[in-house]
């Protein structure tokens, strides 16, 4: 039982930069992959960005360049960097955990990211 509680999330304009995190309530052991979610209403959940616990990462096409996700730190502790946000990153943010060797997979309450001006 690993829970996930996501935090972070703010109203910014256009341009603003962001750093959003998901606290993880143990340590985590073995291999991993984080990963972070956006759902904006009337969309499905996509994955943002996503990172293993060897260091390999992920971001899909319109977060490159602008996001950088990290490893779960010693704190436990993991982060999203948003930088030049724009209107269409508008979502709640979810963060999730999946543990390989057990088939495990935890998912955070949510966090909200509202770009407007």
């Known amino acids: 039982q690993v829970q996930l509680v996501e935090s972070g999330g703010d109203l910014v304009q256009p341009g603003d930069s962001l750093r959003i995190s998901c606290a993880v309530d143990?340590?985590?052991?073995?291999?991993?992959?984080l990963a972070w979610y956006h759902q904006a209403p009337g969309h499905q959940r996509e994955v943002v960005a996503s990172i293993t616990s060897e260091g390999g990462t992920y971001y899909g096409d319109s977060v490159k360049g602008r996001f950088t996700i990290s490893r779960l730190s010693v704190s436990g502790k993991g982060y999203l960097q948003m930088n030049n946000l724009q209107r269409e990153d508008t979502a709640v943010y979810y963060c999730n955990l999946r543990l390989p060797s057990t088939g495990d997979e935890y998912w955070g309450q949510g966090t909200q990211v509202t770009v407007s001006s």
């Open positions: 143990k340590s985590i052991f073995g291999p991993y992959i």
